[in-house]
């Protein structure tokens, strides 16, 4: 079976995979930031969404 990239909210919510590009769109929807700035987060703290968020929010 193929990964249907057209649907999000794939197996795994819970980290950031910053190589796939829908899932950089939608985690920067997701949070109101842009691109740019999901990827220093995750650069910053890591895939760990809870940690991204936190890191974005500046708690």
Request: no cysteine.
């Amino acid at each position: 079976m193929t990964d249907d990239k057209s649907k999000s909210g794939g197996q795994d919510r819970t980290r950031i995979s910053l190589e796939q590009d829908y899932e950089v769109r939608d985690w920067s929807q997701k949070f109101g930031v842009s691109e740019d700035t999901l990827r220093a987060a995750v650069a910053k703290v890591g895939n760990v969404a809870n940690d991204v968020q936190r890191e974005l929010r500046g708690s």
